[in-house]
């Protein structure tokens, strides 16, 4: 069974800073999908960034970017320029690439607060 | 993107009487929902996976019995939760996938009192 651990309960950042959250994941499989989500105070699940396993390139979007690195399991994702509306729950998440195995395993998460 | 449509976004019922969320893909068409159990300050735990037309796959540990998943159509999943008792209070959110991604509800907010 594939496993993903956050090792950050909590985090925070200056606004405009940088901030990198970590994850890692543990996987016999070769091809999979990783994943950044984003809970608010609302609750209201929402994804941050995609990351295919088979490409090498580091997935970006806006602020923010991943550092995927496939050998040694690892999945952090930064966000620059740091802004007030970033404060969050962001949970890291794994799904198999299988056909009919679509169930996202997540991390326990981090908690990011934004200092003004 | 894709909408995914969860309600109610909470509900408060007594101990021993059953509530039921419904999970609405409202612009595409979903074969296979999820529905994930949050307790507060904690992760998402997958409860059960639910295909369209056929029995939900539980995960370890989850009561089939007491949450019961039905899967009519290819827009609809509904998660009953039978003689619902205080330790069942928690935050559901159910999820369906488009293309490559999934997507979630609003979450549904139980209390039992």
């Known amino acids: 069974a594939q496993t993903v651990t956050q090792s950050q309960p909590e985090m925070s950042v200056q606004e405009a800073e940088t901030v990198t959250l970590s994850c890692t994941y543990d996987?016999?499989?070769?091809?999979?999908?990783l994943f950044w989500y984003k809970q608010p105070p609302s609750r209201q699940m929402i994804l941050v960034i995609r990351q295919e396993a088979y490409k090498q390139q580091n997935a970006t979007e806006n602020r923010f970017s991943v550092n995927f690195q496939k050998a040694a399991k690892s999945f952090s994702l930064k966000i620059s320029d740091s802004q007030l509306g970033d404060a969050a729950m962001y949970f890291c998440a794994y799904r198999s690439a299988d056909f009919g195995n679509e169930k996202l395993t997540f991390g326990t998460g981090t908690r990011l607060t934004i200092i003004p | 993107g894709a909408v995914v449509s969860q309600h109610p976004s909470w509900v408060i019922c007594k101990s021993g009487t059953s509530v039921k969320i419904e999970c609405r893909s409202l612009d595409f068409q979903a074969t296979t929902m999820f529905w994930y159990r949050q307790f507060p300050k904690q992760s998402l735990m997958l409860m059960a996976t639910?295909?369209?037309?056929?029995?939900?796959?539980?995960e370890q540990g989850v009561e089939k019995d007491k949450f019961l998943i039905n899967h009519a159509s290819l827009t609809l999943s509904t998660l009953t939760v039978t003689s619902a008792h205080p330790e069942d209070s928690s935050f559901y959110i159910c999820s369906a996938r488009a293309f490559t991604e999934a997507f979630f509800g609003q979450g549904t907010r139980l209390t039992v009192v």
């Open positions: 639910s295909n369209e037309g056929s029995k939900a796959t539980y």
């Open positions: 996987t016999s499989e070769s091809d999979y999908y």
